[in-house]
């Protein structure tokens, strides 16, 4: 006779149901989702030391570098300390060494490259999302990766015996002669080799990397939101404008400092076009030079433990700008990212 308390139903024949074994809230044995590994599987052991140390390789790397290059500037940090980073002084035969005319070269070429590729860029993207054909929209898209793919020497040359003499003979010359007393961005000789050069030619080395993430992250934008746009009377621009623009706005963002990464830290291409002369101009037909220009340029023939120490402090200091860069360009997507998740 079943008890006064089992209240479960009888089947035929008089037989109780077997009940389920008992398990955990996380399901499984022991509420565990996997099976728990055991201490004696040699297998497992190793392969999660093989983990971790992929995981750990890269931060050990990173940590690796900072300190070799911090130990081999040291005595230039010994030598010169904070003034390094604020002297214009560069003079190897005098042992004068001072980093400001690379750091603003750097800078300064590299910013304007990004104001110059990023309307670009985000436009042949809206472009070829929204508004051009399936038929041409692939061969264009192609072309412009293809960009990504040519060496940065062949860039030089290009821009040694083509946009070089078209920007002093086309540009610099004519602005120079229009502007030059009245603006100090277009004052002084157009000598060709100049930050104009420099920077339009980093813009174009990093167009196909922006408009790659900016085409992807438009292409992204949930269909049921352009239609429902669409829907409420918005024209086509509206619709783009007001919502796929902002929705993708994080990944714009996103692409444009991982093209400014490509550009300040681009050698070859800058260091042909740029002038290399370590003085800070506000004109934009004067020569600069940039930290990766420098190194390029000067290390093979340094002579001297604070000539080399000197190279080294620069190399780390573009080391910290990208490193800084990045962190920025994280926060500012992040921020971004909440803001818009909030709305």
């Known amino acids: 006779m079943p008890s006064a308390t089992d209240s479960s139903p009888a089947l035929p024949g008089g037989q109780r149901p077997v009940p389920p074994p008992s398990s955990a809230p996380g399901g499984g044995e022991g509420g565990r989702f996997l099976p728990s590994r055991k201490k004696g599987n040699l297998t497992d052991q190793f392969y999660g030391m093989i983990l971790k140390l ?29 003034a390094f980073i604020t002297s214009t002084e560069w003079n190897p035969v005098l042992r004068e060494f001072g980093a400001l005319p690379f750091i603003f070269g750097t800078v300064v070429s590299s910013f304007l490259a990004l104001l110059i590729a990023l309307p670009l860029s985000v436009g042949l993207a809206v472009f070829l999302t929204e508004l051009a054909p399936r038929w ?3 061969p ?38 229009r502007f ?6 277009f004052e002084g000789p157009a000598y060709g080799f100049s930050m104009m050069s420099g920077a339009v030619i980093l813009s174009i080395m990093i167009i196909p990397f922006i408009s790659a993430v900016t085409r992807e992250v438009l292409a992204a934008v949930p269909r049921s939101q352009r239609e429902a746009a669409l829907a409420l009377g918005a024209t086509r621009w509206e619709m783009t404008w007001q919502v796929a623009l902002p929705y993708a706005l994080p990944g714009i963002i996103g692409g444009a400092i991982l093209g400014l990464g490509r550009a300040l830290g681009e ?17 934009l037909f004067a020569p600069g030079y940039t930290m990766a220009s420098v190194l390029a340029n000067e290390f093979a023939e ?19 700008i990208t490193i800084l860069v990045n962190i920025a360009a994280q926060a500012l997507v992040w921020r971004v990212a909440r803001r818009g998740g909030a709305a």
């Open 136 to 138: 041409l929209a692939a």
């Open 54 to 82: 992929f995981g750990l390789t890269l931060p050990l790397l990173f940590v690796f570098i900072v300190l070799r290059i911090g130990q081999e500037a040291r005595p230039a940090m010994e030598a010169f300390g904070f």
């Open 140 to 177: 264009i898209a192609f072309a412009t990766e293809l960009l990504a793919a040519i060496p940065s020497v062949v860039y030089g040359l290009w821009g040694i015996f083509v946009l070089v003499p078209f920007l002093r003979f086309t540009v610099q010359e004519p602005l120079s002669r």
């Open 302 to 320: 340094a002579t001297g433990e604070l000539y080399l120490s000197a190279l080294m402090e620069i190399a780390l200091i573009l080391f910290g």
């Open 180 to 185: 030059g007393d009245t603006i100090p961005f």
């Open 267 to 283: 050698t070859m291409a800058i260091t042909m076009v740029i002038g290399n002369r370590p003085d800070i101009a506000a004109s």
